[in-house]
C-alpha cells in the first residue's frame, strides 16, 4: 500500500522559511518522481517542482526559482520542500504527490496518483 | 507559464453526460501525451482521473474518460451521479520540463 505522509501544519512570521517533509512507504521512491504541489484557499493547485529521489536532481516552476529547494533522502524515503523569503501569499495547503518521469529528460511529467495528505502553511505577522 | 484553460463550471443532471475542456498551446497540451485529470472534493486531497491523455488507473469508473485534439484536451464523464460533484483539474507536462496545471472546474450535478 503506497503512502505518503506530510508532516503537521505550521504558522510561520513573513519572511521566514517552512520546511516540510514526506515519508514515502517502502518502494515509493524507485522509479518515480516526487513533486509538490500547493493550492492556496479557494484556489487550484499549483505545481512548485520536483525531484527523482534516486537521481537526486531536482527542477523547478519558474514562479518558485530561488525560493523553493526540493531535496530527498533515500535511506529514509522522505522527500522535503523548504520555502524561503515567506510572504502572506505563501499561505496555502502543500502537497506532495508521486508521479512519473521522463527518462531521457529526468523531467516530472505529471501522473501524480498518490498524494500526501497535505500540509497547511500559514504566514501571518 | 500559463496556467491551463478550463470553465470556471459545469453542470448537468443525474445519468447525463459532460464534458469538461482543458486548452493549452504547442508547449504543453499540443506537445505531449502527458495530460492527466484530477477529481478533488472539499478538504480531500486530488484524486488522479485520467492519465497520459485517455488511460484510467485501476479502480476508477470506466464513465470517466479523456481524448485529446491539438492543443485541448477533454474529460467526459458519462452516467452522472451525485458523488461525481467536486472539482476537476487538467494537468500537462510543459516545456522546458515543468508541469502545470488548469485553473480548474466545479461540476455540479442538478
Known amino acids: 500500500q503506497v503512502q505518503l505522509v506530510q508532516s503537521g501544519a505550521e ?16 518502494g515509493t521512491f524507485s522509479s518515480y518522481a516526487i513533486s509538490w504541489v500547493r493550492q492556496a484557499p479557494g484556489q487550484g493547485l499549483e505545481w512548485m517542482g520536483g525531484i527523482i529521489p534516486t537521481l537526486g536532481t531536482a527542477n523547478y516552476a519558474q514562479k518558485f526559482q530561488g525560493r523553493v529547494t526540493i531535496t530527498a533522502d533515500k535511506p529514509t524515503s522522505t522527500a522535503y520542500m523548504e520555502l524561503s523569503s515567506l510572504r502572506s501569499e505563501d499561505t496555502a495547503v502543500y502537497y ?28 501571518s505577522s | 507559464q500559463s496556467a491551463l484553460t478550463q470553465p470556471a463550471s459545469v453542470s448537468g443532471s443525474p445519468g447525463q453526460s459532460i464534458s469538461i475542456s482543458c486548452t493549452g498551446t504547442s508547449s504543453d497540451v499540443g506537445g505531449y501525451d502527458y ?24 479502480g476508477v469508473s470506466n464513465r470517466f474518460s479523456g481524448s485529446k485534439s491539438g492543443n485541448t484536451a477533454s474529460l467526459t464523464i458519462s452516467g452522472l451521479q ?10 500537462s507536462h ?10 480548474g472546474t466545479k461540476l455540479t450535478v442538478l
Open chain 2, 94 to 103: 510543459t516545456n522546458p520540463g515543468h508541469v502545470v496545471f488548469g485553473g
Open chain 2, 82 to 91: 451525485a458523488e461525481d460533484e467536486a472539482d476537476y483539474y487538467c494537468c
Open chain 2, 35 to 58: 495530460v492527466s485529470w484530477y477529481q478533488q472534493h472539499p478538504g480531500k486531497a486530488p484524486k488522479l482521473m485520467i492519465f497520459d491523455v485517455s488511460h484510467r488507473p485501476s
Open chain 1, 96 to 123: 506532495c504527490a508521486r508521479g512519473n518521469y521522463d527518462v531521457l529528460t529526468d523531467y516530472s511529467i505529471g501522473d501524480f496518483d498518490y498524494w500526501g495528505q497535505g500540509t497547511l502553511v500559514t504566514v
Open chain 1, 11 to 26: 504558522v510561520k512570521k513573513p519572511g521566514s522559511s517552512v520546511k516540510v517533509s514526506c515519508k514515502a512507504s517502502a
